[in-house]
């Protein structure tokens, strides 16, 4: 692993109707990293990762992806950029091939290259079978599936991946997890939000905590830990909750 980061993320702030949602995040995500985002519901995990690809505009702050600027070179920030947003509606009126045809054309990819490496990613990704099917009806984990196909077909240097494995079957998430670490392997970078510690703990070099917008803790999973298990970190820097029994009595 080099040093040099692949994702850099200076002062980013977003506020929403005037409340902080992001409240300035730093972050250097080292080349060749496998960077894993927690922090829990309402962190700003899906905040920071959004305006670090330029699908949302910060209110400060910059993102840069392998020294190109999101903001500023765009074009080149997102060709070497691969993206799994969460939440963000895909054109899922098309069948699983089709929209991975209309995503690799619309990058300026050869069709034939496209045709080739949709039909790997649909076989490894178990999606081939879903045939004519089209992406509206597939299940929340196969809408994953084909996001993350979406994502890797251009063969991006930096992956950005909104909880990957969020609604994925074991089967799938082990794959899932096997073709990341194989991607890692290769020289590529791979920053994940997820609410699965131990997904985290097995597969990242790094992880950064976040809670109320900001980075609570941050470096490599050895450092972060420090020999304990990383939900104990988590719980006890984001503070955990605990009922006492008096809630809910009605219940
Ligand atoms: N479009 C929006 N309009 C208004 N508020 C928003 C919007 N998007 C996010 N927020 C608010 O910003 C804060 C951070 O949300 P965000 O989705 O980034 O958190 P998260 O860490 O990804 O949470 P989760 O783990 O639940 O997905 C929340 O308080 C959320 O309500």
Redesign the pocket.
């Known amino acids: 692993m080099t040093e040099s980061p692949a994702l850099v993320l200076r002062g980013l702030v977003?506020r929403?109707?005037g409340?902080l949602?992001?409240a300035g995040v730093d972050l250097a995500v080292p080349a060749g990293s496998f960077y894993g985002l927690l922090?829990?519901?309402?962190?700003?995990?899906?905040?920071?990762?959004?305006m670090a690809v330029g699908l949302?505009r910060p209110d400060q702050g910059s993102a840069e992806v392998l020294g190109r600027d999101v903001w500023h070179d765009p074009l080149a920030a997102k060709r070497a950029l691969g993206t799994l947003p969460?939440g963000v509606r895909m054109f899922d009126r098309l069948t699983g091939p089709e929209l991975l045809e209309y995503t690799g054309l619309l990058r300026g990819m050869p069709r034939d290259v496209v045709a080739e490496r949709s039909r790997d990613l649909l076989d490894v990704l178990d999606l081939a079978r879903a045939g004519r099917t089209l992406v509206v009806d597939y299940s929340a984990g196969m809408k994953k599936k084909i996001g993350l196909a979406c994502a890797l077909l251009h063969a991006p240097r930096m992956l950005v991946l909104?909880?990957p494995f969020e609604a994925v079957d074991p089967v799938s998430a082990a794959l899932i997890r096997d073709i990341l670490h194989r991607y890692v392997g290769g020289g590529g970078t791979v920053i994940f939000?997820s609410?699965v510690m131990a997904v985290v703990e097995k597969l990242c070099s790094h992880v950064a905590i976040?809670a109320e917008?900001r980075i609570r803790r941050v470096g490599t999973v050895e450092e972060v830990c420090a020999g304990r298990p990383l939900e104990d970190v988590f719980v006890e820097v984001v503070g955990g909750r605990t009922a006492t029994g008096a809630e809910l009595a009605w219940l």
């Open positions: 977003k929403f109707d409340v949602a992001v922090g829990p519901n309402g962190a700003g995990k899906t905040t920071t990762l959004s949302l969460d909104d909880e939000s609410h976040m917008g």
